[in-house]
């Protein structure tokens, strides 16, 4: 399966982005899906994931209240709503595939290739 990240860009402080990971080659209907980041010089960050079914979904404390994840399995994708962008928010964000919902990238075997958010303040 290839995964495509799209959708980051520029943005004010307080202004807001929608990312979009769109796979192919494979469903991801059976699969838990993570979004993750990483800023220049820092860990990449555990941002959100969601169950398969998407009736669970799991946070990282950073990003809690202001970013939503959800999914379509019907058009293959995954989204994250990021709403109230802080210049902190600002990194090379990565969708990813699991089999279990969790926090840890070792436990994600499928990557996309990232998209840049920037925030500016």
């Known amino acids: 399966v290839q995964l495509q990240a799209s959708g980051g860009g520029l943005v004010q402080a307080g202004g807001s982005l929608r990312l979009t990971c769109a796979a192919s080659g494979g469903s991801l209907s059976r699969y838990t899906m993570g979004w993750f980041r990483q800023a220049p010089g820092k860990e990449r960050e555990f941002v959100a994931a969601?169950?398969?079914?998407?009736?669970?979904?799991y946070y990282g404390d950073s990003v809690k209240g202001r970013f939503t994840i959800s999914r379509d399995n019907a058009k293959n994708a995954v989204y994250l709503q990021m709403n109230s962008l802080k210049p902190e928010d600002t990194a090379l964000y990565y969708c990813a595939r699991s089999r279990y919902l969790n926090t840890a990238t070792s436990q994600y075997d499928y990557w996309g290739q990232g998209t840049q958010v920037t925030v500016s303040s």
């Open positions: 969601i169950r398969w079914s998407g009736d669970s979904t």
